[in-house]
């Protein structure tokens, strides 16, 4: 699986919008660009995930580059409940092994009031 | 809401005992992972089943970790003998082969002294 990187911590206004980068550089053709988030002391969350196009759900959007060596994932109108590690991974869509999720150390994304 | 169910969701014990924690995957659902949490290592993938058979398990220490799903609705994972290096938030989560969305459970803390 390719590897992603994010930055360690981010910090965001109630209210505004949060933007989450995620390098993927050695994305493959088939594989898929997945985010979840983990609030403290739960199981990590679904959020979405996308292959070439944007996304979009209830929860987020995600934007993913041309190239798709890179993506964004934006929480419209983040609230103090969207605090979490959000983790960003790439996975090919099917194959035996490969059907395996590899987290990272993702993004402690604090919402401040 | 259908959940994945995990239990116990605390277990204290003393190093050398046996230890089994339990997961309830979704109706339905063919795929089942297990994932160890530590602050130190993060989320890693112990192992993974696809229609009950084990797919994966390179993340596990052999000698003393065995997992298992007797029947659809019940997959194991065992440690015998405990040792304190075990301590971690065990998770279990479950999906469909074909979509990276996993549903994960609240996960179960041990504790080993």
């Known amino acids: 699986d390719a590897k992603t990187t994010q930055p360690p911590s981010m910090d965001c206004a109630e209210g505004r919008a949060a933007n989450l980068p995620c390098n993927h550089s050695?994305?493959?053709?088939?594989?898929?660009v997945y985010w979840y988030r983990q609030i403290h002391s739960q199981g990590p969350q679904y959020i979405i995930h996308?292959?070439?196009n944007n996304e979009t759900n209830e929860m987020a959007s995600l934007i993913i580059t041309e190239d798709r060596k890179s993506s964004t994932l934006i929480l419209p109108h983040a609230t103090l409940r969207d605090t979490a590690v959000y983790y960003c991974?790439?996975?090919?869509?099917?194959?035996?092994?490969?059907?395996?999720?590899?987290f990272g150390k993702g993004t402690l994304l604090t919402v401040n009031p | 809401d259908a959940r994945v169910t995990q239990t116990p969701r605390d277990k204290v014990t003393e190093m050398g005992q046996e230890v089994t924690m339990r997961c309830q995957p979704i109706?339905?659902?063919?795929?089942v992972f297990w994932y160890r949490q530590t602050m130190m290592q993060g989320l890693e993938l112990l192992a993974y089943?696809?229609?009950?058979?084990?797919?994966?398990d390179s993340g596990m220490p052999k000698d003393r970790f065995s997992a298992e799903m007797p029947d659809a609705t019940l997959a194991t994972l065992k440690i015998q003998p405990s040792e304190p290096r075990d301590s971690a938030v065990y998770f279990c989560?479950?999906?469909?082969?074909?979509?990276?969305?996993?549903?994960f459970g609240e996960g179960s803390r041990l504790t080993v002294l």
């Open positions: 989560a479950s999906g469909f082969t074909y979509t990276g969305e996993l549903f």
């Open positions: 050695t994305i493959s053709g088939n594989e898929y």
């Open positions: 996308g292959l070439k």
């Open positions: 991974i790439v996975r090919v869509a099917s194959g035996g092994s490969n059907y395996k999720l590899t």
């Open positions: 109706l339905g659902h063919n795929t």
């Open positions: 089943f696809r229609n009950r058979a084990p797919l994966d």
